[in-house]
T-cell receptor, first 116, second 109 residues
Framework: GAVVSQHPSWVICKSGTSVKIECRSL??????MFWYRQFPKQSLMLMAT?????????EQGVEKDKFLINHASLTLSTLTVTSAHPEDSSFYIC????????????FGEGSWLTVV | AQRVTQPEKLLSVFKGAPVELKCNYS??????LFWYVQYSRQRLQLLLR??SRESIKGFTADLNKGETSFHLKKPFAQEEDSAMYYC???????????FGQGTELSVKP
């Protein structure tokens, strides 16, 4: 079946540095991917919609200069957390929609970010 | 405003007991509704979508537009059903989902 993969699965970075998380659709092309943030035992909150070849669309309250999203190809979207702070520590999940299978949405395995 | 509400944070039942995880939504148009499950240390997986009207792993969910609900039911819970369950709403066919707060289902032996 279709697979969405994220890398890295977990990352620890120092406060003030930037960290990049990749989201790949392994066996299908995804013109649109989505980035979510999830705190432990809480719901997923949509951060932004990543559009291939154009700017991402951010949800209200999400700082676009802090969470940079690039969707350079039909199989790759990246989320860069810039100048990370401890409060950015969270579980980041991406998803992609496979349009020709009834818009089935596939989720990545998630990436744990810890900022120390 | 579009919203998905799961009133129960934790639902604990014994094996073999019936289970109902509640989900209510608010949406002005015709929503597409889903149930997703997240087992411990695994990725989110699609369990059900209302347009399919199917039963997966013994779970069913019926969209009640009058009550704006999409409750998830299973007549006999199994220990392996223990997981986080999320109700979600899609505003269009583009894949953007609005999630409920999630309900942790714990099935005790």
């Amino acid at each position: 079946g279709a697979v969405v993969s994220q890398h890295p699965s977990w990352v620890i970075c120092k406060s003030g540095t930037s960290v990049k998380i990749e989201c790949r659709s392994l066996d299908f092309q995804a013109t649109t991917m989505f980035w979510y943030r999830q705190f432990p035992k809480q719901s997923l909150m949509l951060m932004a919609t990543s559009n291939e070849g154009s700017k991402a669309t951010y949800e209200q309250g999400v700082e676009k200069d802090k969470f940079l999203i690039n969707h350079a190809s039909l199989t790759l979207s990246t989320l860069t957390v810039t100048s990370a702070h401890p409060e950015d520590s969270s579980f980041y999940i991406c998803s992609a929609s496979r349009s020709y299978s009834g818009n089935t949405i596939y989720f990545g395995e998630g990436s744990w970010l810890t900022v120390v | 405003a579009q919203r998905v509400t799961q009133p129960e944070k934790l639902l604990s039942v014994f094996k073999g007991a019936p289970v109902e995880l509640k989900c209510n939504y608010s949406y002005s148009g015709s929503p597409e509704l889903f149930w997703y499950v997240q087992y411990s240390r695994q990725r989110l997986q699609l369990l059900l979508r209302h347009i399919s009207r199917e039963s997966i792993k013994g779970f069913t969910a019926d969209l009640n537009k009058g009550e704006t609900s999409f409750h998830l039911k299973k007549p006999f819970a199994q220990e392996e059903d223990s997981a986080m369950y999320y109700c979600a709403l899609s505003r269009n066919q583009g894949g953007k989902l609005i999630f409920g707060q999630g309900t942790e289902l714990s099935v005790k032996p």
